[in-house]
């Protein structure tokens, strides 16, 4: 079965400092892996997903194959990503599944 | 371009009561998902469905029931209301292996 964890609920960092909320998943084939993002009193939207590689808002997230990792990286956090941060999984049958969600704050 | 769509956005409910939370969507995806969202727990799915007629459970199907009579509607039924259904219901629908787009939410207590 398709597993999502997320181990930290919450995280909190300063302005201007790294931030990486960690992602791990268990899947017997190939994975399509998703990052959602929930701001205050907004809809869950998508922030990136693997396939793509590409970079948005500043975050990136590489595919680990190896270690089973998915981790949302970002050099130079901004107070305007305190969010929720959902980590997905879409298996063989489209069925997506997320994991607890990290609480990110970014102190001022 | 309303998007996903879910009505009522707020609903109490008393325990054994009945209720459908509605869902439809404007943008002809084939993939529908209803999603539970209770706190510390993250997003737990409850059914889906990857086109009219055809409908799968997820994680946490137990006390709910689904139909899809058509591409743009996936209505959600609890038939006995219990307090263990307080939450909060996402609905939302994707093309398919891919990116997928939440409705609003609706809160749901049950007392």
């Known amino acids: 079965a398709q597993r999502v964890t997320q181990p930290e609920k919450l995280l909190s960092v300063f302005k201007g400092a790294p931030v990486e909320l960690k992602c791990n998943y268990s899947?017997?084939?190939?994975?399509?892996l998703f990052w959602y993002v929930q701001y205050s009193r907004q809809r869950l939207q998508l922030l990136l997903r693997h396939i793509s590689r590409e970079s948005i808002k500043g975050f990136t997230a590489d595919l680990n194959k190896g270690e089973t990792s998915f981790h949302l990286k970002k050099p130079f956090a901004q107070e305007e990503d305190s969010a929720m941060y959902y980590c997905?999984?879409?298996?063989?049958?489209?069925?997506?599944?997320f994991g607890a969600g990290t609480r990110l704050t970014v102190k001022p | 371009n309303a998007g996903v769509t879910q009505t009522p956005k707020f609903r109490i409910l008393k325990i054994g009561q009945s209720m459908t939370l509605q869902c439809t969507q404007d943008?002809?995806?084939?993939?529908m998902y209803w999603y539970r969202q209770d706190p510390g727990m993250g997003l737990k799915l409850i059914y889906y469905s990857v086109g009219a007629g055809i409908t799968d459970k997820g994680e946490v199907p137990n006390g709910y029931n689904v139909s899809r009579s058509t591409t743009e509607d996936f209505p959600l039924r609890l038939e006995l209301a219990a307090p263990s259904q307080t939450s909060v219901y996402f609905c939302?629908?994707?093309?398919?292996?891919?990116?997928?787009?939440f409705g609003e939410g609706s809160w749901l207590t049950v007392v």
């Open positions: 997905a999984l879409s298996g063989l049958r489209s069925d997506m599944r």
């Open positions: 899947y017997s084939g190939s994975p399509e």
């Open positions: 943008m002809n995806h084939n993939y």
């Open positions: 939302a629908s994707g093309p398919g292996g891919n990116t997928i787009y």
